[in-house]
Structure formats: C-alpha cells, structure tokens
C-alpha cells in the first residue's frame, strides 16, 4: 500500500489545487499543477451492486456517473450482475478506449454471497485489462478516505459533501467515491514525481 505520509498530513482541502474548473451538466474540466499527461483517457471505478465510475479524458475533461444493477433474484442474481458489468465495461472500452484502470479494493465482507460477487467483479477487471493491456490499480477504502476526508472514520454522506465542495454535481456516493479515487491518484502521482507541495497543497 502507498504510504499516506509521503502525501501529507491532516489532507483536508483541494480547492487550491483546482483552478479553472467549469461544470456543465456531470462534467468538469480540471487544471491542476500535477494533471498527468494523458495519451489516452483513464477511467475510476467504485464497484458494488450500485458502481460509480468517473473518466478522465486526455483533455482534463472529468465525467461521472453510476449505474445500478437491476436483476431477476429468481434467475442466478450473481451471474446476471457479473455480466452486467462486464458489458458496461467493455462498451466504455470501445467508446473511450481508456489505458489505466484505477478501483476500489473493497475488504472486510462477511456474506459468502458478498464475497463471491466482488471476487467475481475483480476476477473480470483482472481478465479484462490483461487481455487488452490496462494498467490496473487498487485503493483500499480505508486509503480513500484519509487521503480526501482525513479519517477513516468518514461516512458516506462527508465524501458527497467534499467531492460537492469540489465543483461535482453527484447524485450517489458511489459515484463520488469514484471520483475520490481519480483524487487519490493524483495525488499519488504528484508524490512519485517528487514535486514540493506546500500547505496550501495539502488537502
């Protein structure tokens, strides 16, 4: 796991590291000093029964959205929803053909039935970007949340509220999880390219 400490400490804001953002509609164009260099688009996905998701585009463009998983519970739910989202998946690989792949790492789950329906999810993120040659990334939830809110503590009501405090227009927190982990990662790549961030930076 990427030490919290190389990033700061008490993360609390990131207005200062967002300039010149303009919101239409669930879009946002983000400019900030660390922006990666794109050559093809990324896109952030919190998974789950309702998963949010946000792209990135190699404009800086940032769109968002969820989208809910209605099954038949009398016709095998969990193979309804594996496949699902693996359409989802690859249509926005067609439509996007996004490089990198950032996700939630969920934990800590006691249904069996849970279990098998996020393993199955990781299994097809897994075998998905393999085969198509997507850099995958995993963030522990526990990370998310003190990298952005800065406790681990946080609900989900607090994440809505930091990512609306942003300029985003959410409409579910899973999809304002997503967008916390496009922060994360962000953030982390400012770290790795070693680049002196003030107090004004910490967020």
Not at 74 to 79: M, Y
Not at 92 to 103: A, P, R
Not at 148 to 159: E, F, L, N, Q, V
Request: hydrophobic share 40%; aromatic share 10%; net charge positive.
């Amino acid at each position: 796991m990427f030490p919290l400490c190389m990033i700061g400490r008490n993360m609390k804001k990131i207005d200062h590291l967002l300039q010149k953002r303009t919101v239409q509609k669930k879009s946002i164009n983000l400019n900030v000093p660390y922006a990666p260099v794109l050559h093809k688009p990324m896109l952030f996905i919190d998974i789950g029964t309702t998963f949010g998701w946000c792209l990135m585009d190699t404009e800086g463009k940032i769109t968002s959205g969820f989208c809910t998983m209605k099954v038949n519970r009398q016709v095998d739910p969990l193979r309804q929803k594996v496949l699902i989202f693996f359409n989802w998946l690859k249509l926005m690989h067609l439509e996007h053909d996004f490089s990198h792949l950032h996700v939630e790492h969920p934990s800590g789950y006691r249904s069996s039935t849970t279990a098998h329906f996020f393993g199955s999810l990781h299994g097809i993120i897994t075998l998905f970007g393999y085969e198509r040659g997507i850099i995958l990334e995993y963030y522990h939830q526990n990370t998310l949340k003190v990298m952005t809110h800065g406790s681990i503590r946080a609900k989900k009501d607090d994440m809505v509220l930091y990512v609306e405090g942003l300029g985003f227009k959410v409409k579910d927190h899973n999809e304002s999880d997503a967008i916390c982990i496009m922060i994360c990662m962000m953030a982390k790549r400012a770290t790795l390219e070693n680049m002196e961030l003030s107090d004004d930076f910490l967020f």
